[in-house]
């Protein structure tokens, strides 16, 4: 019986890789790359707590329901806070994101090897007290895989709405532009026209004619703004 099982690496990242699990004459073997931390901590607790690991049936369900406990601890993880950077929201979200599938097909996996090993123990009618022990650690697997479909649609729905507020943001940054283009628009027009060198402007020789054209400018960008600002663009 073949399980997908993490296991956290020096960059606090999960590494997920396949373990084998082989009964043989009530003695388990397993084979594996890497080292899941249930693994490690599996012998220390054993040795506390009576666990009842009499054959290598024991050990194997011990194993399984000290991975799914493993599991949930990683699920219940606090999730760290920040700064409002959008762009490490983006990062920390992916993350999660990718954890969350990591142990979704980690808990998919369990959940086979428990019902092919469930399904034997039946047909061998083994210990019943152990068949018990099987079923209960394959609803906990399925309440966990449920969870973690849930933890899955929060994190799409958290991903949606950063996308949204980074829209939002993108478009008040356009709004702004537009705005000042508005504003900026006929006192650039005014200052154009009055730049022009032709010989035949009756406004050449005026002696009011600068501060005019100034004066013109002034109030063709204040009336856009006062427009603006009292439809609440602004």
């Known amino acids: 019986m073949t399980a997908t099982l993490p296991a956290r690496t020096d960059t606090d990242d999960l590494l997920m890789g396949p373990v084998t699990f082989v009964l043989a004459s009530g003695k388990l073997i397993t084979v594996r790359y890497h080292e899941p931390r249930a693994f490690r ?8 707590v009576s666990l009842g690991c009499a054959d290598g049936e024991d050990v194997l369900v011990a194993l399984l329901e000290a991975t799914v406990d493993r599991l949930a601890d990683i699920h219940e993880g606090p999730a ?18 990718d954890l969350g599938s990591h142990i979704r097909d980690s808990l998919v996996s369990i959940q086979r ?7 034997v123990e039946a047909q061998q009618k083994n210990d019943k007290e152990l068949r018990g022990r099987i079923k209960t650690l394959t609803r906990d697997v399925q309440s966990l895989t449920d969870h973690s479909s849930f933890l899955s649609q929060k994190i799409t729905f958290l991903l949606d709405a950063t996308l949204g507020m980074i829209s939002i943001e993108q478009s008040n940054v356009i709004k702004i532009f537009t705005i000042a283009a508005g504003v900026f628009l006929p006192p650039t027009l005014i200052a154009s026209i009055y730049g022009m060198n032709f010989v035949h402007m009756p406004e050449l020789r005026w002696v009011y004619g600068y501060p005019l054209a100034c004066l013109l400018m002034l109030l063709s960008a204040i009336l856009p703004w006062w ?7 602004l």
């Open 80 to 97: 760290a806070g920040g700064k409002r950077d959008l762009n490490k929201v983006l990062q920390r979200i992916g993350r999660k994101g």
């Open 113 to 119: 090897v428990a019902g092919f090993f469930g399904h």
């Open 227 to 233: 427009w603006f600002r009292r439809r609440g663009w």
């Open 41 to 48: 901590t599996f012998p220390q607790r054993a040795e506390k």
